[in-house]
């Protein structure tokens, strides 16, 4: 049986219509936000409650081709159980901002490319490396082989060393 989706694509955030009815909410795992020129994410966290019913249970977020420069912690308060997140065709340009993203253990599928960020040299080392969970990026499946090439590169660039080269 496929998961409910709440598909706002190519709707402004503002206009998504909260609600306290609780059968008015959404129950669903999956919320697409995708092509929606958003630029932050301000409010995630306190829209989410408004317009699902249980959003401690968002298993999937696409936020792809928007216009977001950052990954914000709210995105971590907001959906703490994430295992899916699309970002891909932002404007994500420091790798820094993909730190934040170790703080969600369940995540294993994440998309970046089209960002400026994946030009980055080290990128994706830099990506599996911060991100244990993580069992695919940019639709490609993260290997042992890069998996414990990830965790070299780290030992050899170590933290502070790409903190400051890719911020």
Same mark, same amino acid.
């Given at each position: 049986?496929? !998961?409910? @989706?709440?598909?706002?694509?190519?709707?402004?955030?503002?206009?998504?219509?909260?609600?306290?009815?609780?059968?008015?909410? +959404? %129950?669903?795992?999956?919320?697409?936000? $995708?092509?929606?020129?958003? !630029?932050?994410?301000?409010?995630?966290?306190?829209? *989410?409650?408004?317009?699902?019913? =249980? &959003?401690q249970e968002l298993r999937m977020l696409?936020?792809?081709? $928007?216009? *977001? =420069?950052?990954? !914000? +912690?709210?995105?971590?308060?907001?959906?703490? $159980?994430? /295992?899916? *997140?699309?970002? =891909?065709?932002?404007?994500? /340009?420091?790798?820094?901002?993909?730190?934040?993203?170790?703080?969600? &253990?369940?995540? %294993?599928?994440?998309?970046? =490319?089209?960002?400026?960020?994946?030009?980055?040299?080290?990128?994706?080392?830099?990506?599996?490396? #911060?991100?244990?969970?993580?069992?695919? *990026?940019?639709?490609?499946?993260?290997?042992?082989?890069?998996?414990?090439?990830?965790?070299?590169?780290?030992?050899?660039?170590?933290? +502070? @060393?790409?903190? #400051?080269?890719?911020q």
């Amino acid at each position: 049986m496929e !998961e409910p @989706k709440f598909d706002e694509n190519y709707r402004p955030f503002e206009t998504l219509k909260p609600t306290s009815v609780p059968r008015a909410r +959404k %129950i669903t795992t999956i919320l697409k936000l $995708n092509n929606n020129s958003l !630029e932050n994410l301000g409010g995630l966290d306190t829209i *989410l409650p408004r317009i699902m019913l =249980h &959003p401690q249970e968002l298993r999937m977020l696409d936020l792809s081709f $928007n216009n *977001l =420069h950052t990954i !914000e +912690k709210v995105l971590v308060k907001a959906a703490p $159980n994430l /295992s899916v *997140l699309k970002l =891909h065709a932002n404007a994500i /340009s420091r790798l820094a901002a993909v730190d934040q993203l170790a703080q969600l &253990p369940l995540l %294993i599928t994440l998309t970046l =490319h089209g960002n400026d960020v994946d030009q980055n040299a080290g990128y994706r080392n830099y990506v599996i490396s #911060g991100i244990p969970s993580l069992k695919s *990026l940019d639709f490609t499946t993260i290997t042992p082989k890069d998996r414990n090439d990830a965790v070299t590169w780290r030992r050899i660039h170590g933290p +502070k @060393k790409t903190r #400051g080269q890719f911020q």
